[in-house]
Every structure is written in C-alpha cells, then in structure tokens.
C-alpha cells in the first residue's frame, strides 16, 4: 500500500511540477503540454492526489506516522523530480518497472 501510496504522490508532484513557470520544461508527451497549457486544471488533479495519497496514508497509519511519512515522501520525491528531470533522468517507462518492481515486492513480503 505505500508504493500504491508514493506512486500517487510522485503523479501528483509531477503535475505540480510542470505548472512551474520557473522551471525548463521538455515535453517528450501529449499529457506534458496539456498539463503546462492548462494549469488551472493540472493544479487542481495535483492538490486532489496529494489530498487523496494522505488521506489513504491517514487511514493505514496513525495521525502522526501517517503526516511524517507524507513529509518524507513528499521531500524525497519533490527533490528527486526538481533535479532529475532537467537531467532527463526520469523516463515513464523506468517509473512504471520501478513501481510494479516495488509493488510485487511490497506485496511479496508482507
């Protein structure tokens, strides 16, 4: 459940991410100049799954675990997305291998 969780929170900081105006934007997609032409609606899906992720952490945890957790997710995958895309390091086809990787993992042993 927390890579089902950490997936929301990647999606929904990418989102986010690509309303910057600040930031150098590459558009390898059709969903990539949607989200930055339209960035009202793009914000609004961001907000909604990072309300979503903690609402779904909120109830598998307790209120202080589930808001740490959050933070630290949220930190870790907001910096990974600010230094890696310019890079082009972050490729859709990686993320999804790595989530399912994790997710069968997660799964497997618990």
Known sequence: MITIICAL????LYFLYYTSK???????????KWMHKNSKPTKIIGYGLLIFAYIILL??????????LFFIILMTFCSLIIILKPLKKVNSLFLIATFCIATILEFYYS
């Open 9 to 12: 929170l990647f999606l929904a």
């Open 59 to 68: 109830f598998f945890k307790s209120i202080f675990a589930a808001t740490l």
């Open 22 to 32: 600040k930031a150098t934007l590459y558009y390898n997609s059709g969903l990539e």
